[in-house]
């Protein structure tokens, strides 16, 4: 990676969040891992606008299995005529796990994007919502946030590799910009599947970088 960005780009960070991280609510896959990675690259300021996204639900989300009695954690149910994965209560509002991480300095963020916090819709692109009631899904703003700065293209790291950070990738190069995800700072839900992952992003157009060797 060069030693500053061109304006055209900006850094996305993905949830990086305690209720993520091994022991947390909903812990991915060495999770933790990623923390120090990150923290590094926020510190040498290489890229001129960095975005952090923020996992924000409020009790009783609808992709909560507790929210729907009979139902267990990871299990998929129909909602709002789409296929919806049910989570372990995670990220609650105002709760320590929602809180960005404490061992990262923030301070290089110039935006901070809270998604999730409708009750009924789940949130994992930092583009759009989810299918919501209406069949839509309605934009977070981001987009627009980031072409009135003149960014054209987007690094996108963060949790989880296999489910937030791939749908901000995908959303991104469905709205017109370049999308590399950087595979070293990112981690799935689980382990496996990384060559199948890997495909699916080549075939969306999304690049695979390092840290060290990003766009």
């Known amino acids: 990676m060069p030693n500053a960005m061109p304006p055209n780009a900006a850094l996305i960070v993905v949830d990086v969040q305690p209720d993520f991280m091994p022991g947390g609510a909903l812990a991915c896959h060495e999770g933790d891992a990623i923390v120090p990675g990150i923290d590094r690259l926020l510190r040498r300021r290489r890229f001129r606008h960095v975005v952090a996204t923020q996992d924000w639900h409020p009790a009783g989300h609808a992709s909560f299995a507790s929210a729907h009695p009979g139902t267990a954690p990871f299990q998929r149910i129909e909602l709002h005529g789409q296929p919806q994965t049910?989570?372990?209560?995670?990220?609650?509002?105002?709760?320590?796990?929602?809180?960005?991480?404490?061992?990262?300095?923030?301070?290089?963020?110039?935006?901070?994007?809270?998604?999730?916090?409708?009750?009924?819709?789940?949130?994992?692109?930092?583009?759009?919502?989810?299918?919501?009631?209406?069949?839509?899904?309605?934009?977070?703003?981001?987009?627009?946030?980031?072409?009135?700065?003149?960014?054209?293209?987007?690094?996108?790291?963060?949790?989880?590799?296999?489910?937030?950070?791939?749908?901000t990738a995908q959303d991104a190069v469905a709205l017109g910009f370049r999308a590399t995800v950087l595979w070293d700072l990112s981690r799935p839900v689980a382990a496996g599947g990384d060559e199948a992952l890997r495909e699916t992003l080549r075939q969306a157009g999304i690049g695979i970088a390092e840290a060290a060797t990003a766009p």
């Open 86 to 167: 049910l989570w372990p209560d995670h990220c609650v509002q105002g709760t320590p796990g929602a809180a960005l991480h404490p061992a990262i300095d923030w301070s290089a963020a110039d935006l901070v994007l809270r998604k999730g916090s409708d009750p009924q819709v789940d949130s994992y692109s930092a583009f759009r919502e989810n299918h919501g009631p209406q069949g839509t899904r309605p934009p977070t703003g981001l987009a627009g946030w980031l072409r009135e700065r003149g960014v054209d293209e987007v690094a996108v790291c963060g949790l989880a590799r296999d489910v937030c950070v791939l749908w």
